[in-house]
C-alpha cells in the first residue's frame, strides 16, 4: 500500500510501548538530566527474537542505574516514525487546547467523555451523557531551562502527567477543575474535513534487523533433549545380612563388650 502524503486531515498520532525490558549502558547526556540507554525488549517470535532500541529518561531523582543491564518495567512513547508508514486520517477527538498562554506556559483542557451506561434505557430518544472533565495544564521542571512545548489554541494534544491539585465550586464538593502536571505531551493536530479511515489491515510489515543483545535469552537452554531413565531395582552381589528386633541387638552388642572387657588387659611397653 502506498504511503499517505500528510495533508491537512493527518497528522502525526502517538505511540506507546509497556513492557519488561533490559536496560544497560547509561550515558548522560552533558549538562541536562537526561539519560541515555540502551533497551531490548524480548518478543520470542522465530525471525525476531527481541527489539532492540535506545531510550531517553529525564532522570529528576538522580537514579543510579548499573552499566551492566538488568531488567526494568517501562513505560515509553515513540519519539521517531519511519518514513513511508501509512498514516490514519483523524476522524473524531473530543479534547483541544484552549486558553492558551505562551509566557507563563499553560493552557486547558476541557475533555468530553461518551458514556452509553448512564443514558435512559426507557426513552429511546435518549442520548449518552457526555460529562466534561476540565483541566489545567503546565510543565513539570522537566521543561525548565528549555522552551515550553505549548500547543496553539484550538489544537489536538495528548498529554501524560500527575494531578497536582483539584478545585472545587464554592460552597460545593462538585469539581470546578484539575491542575497536571505536564511529563509528556504529543501534538495531534487538528481535525480536517475528512472523516475516510484508510484500509491498513493489508499492509506489510517489516521483521526489524537483529543487532547486539544485552541478554542472551538462549544461555541456559539445552540443545540437546534431556532424557531420564528409570531403572528397575536389582539384587546386590553381596547380600546385606539381616540384623534382629532392636532390644535382641542391644543384648548382644552388651554381651559382647561386657566379654571383651573382662578378657582385656592393659599392655605396657617399655621405655627403650
Known amino acids: 500500500m502506498p504511503s499517505v502524503t500528510p495533508t491537512s486531515d493527518t497528522a502525526a498520532g502517538i505511540a506507546t510501548i509497556t513492557a519488561v525490558a533490559a536496560l544497560g549502558n547509561p550515558r548522560t547526556l552533558p549538562g541536562t538530566k537526561t539519560v541515555l540507554l540502551d ?60 486558553n492558551v498562554n505562551q509566557e507563563s506556559g499553560t493552557f486547558k483542557l476541557d475533555v468530553e467523555h461518551y458514556i452509553s451506561a448512564f443514558r435512559d434505557l426507557k426513552d429511546s430518544n435518549s442520548k449518552p451523557i457526555k460529562p466534561i472533565a476540565p483541566i489545567s495544564c503546565e510543565f513539570s521542571s522537566r521543561y525548565q531551562n528549555r522552551k515550553k512545548p505549548v500547543p496553539f489554541n484550538r489544537r489536538y494534544v495528548s498529554i501524560s502527567g500527575f494531578l497536582t491539585d483539584v478545585t472545587y465550586k464554592r460552597n460545593s464538593e462538585d469539581v470546578e477543575r484539575f491542575m497536571v502536571s505536564i511529563d509528556h505531551i504529543a501534538f495531534l493536530g487538528q481535525q480536517g474535513n475528512s472523516t475516510a479511515i484508510p484500509n491498513t489491515l493489508d499492509t506489510p510489515f517489516k521483521t526489524p534487523r537483529c543487532g547486539k543483545s544485552l541478554i542472551d535469552y538462549k544461555r541456559g537452554r539445552s540443545t540437546t533433549p534431556i532424557t531420564t531413565t528409570i531403572a528397575s531395582p536389582t539384587t546386590p552381589v553381596t547380600p546385606t545380612p539381616t540384623q534382629g528386633p532392636p532390644r535382641k541387638r542391644q543384648r548382644v552388642e552388651a554381651n559382647q563388650a561386657s566379654e571383651s572387657d573382662s578378657n582385656s588387659s592393659d599392655i605396657y611397653v617399655p621405655d627403650k
Open 39 to 98: 533497551a531490548q525488549i524480548y518478543v520470542g517470535s522465530p525471525s525476531c527474537e527481541s527489539l532492540l532500541g535506545s531510550l531517553r529518561f529525564f532522570n529528576v531523582s538522580d537514579m543510579v542505574f548499573e552499566h551492566q543491564s538488568a531488567l526494568y518495567l517501562i513505560y515509553a512513547t515513540f519519539a521517531r516514525m519511519e518514513n513511508g508508514v501509512d498514516q490514519l486520517s483523524i476522524t473524531d477527538y473530543n479534547f483541544v487546547a484552549t
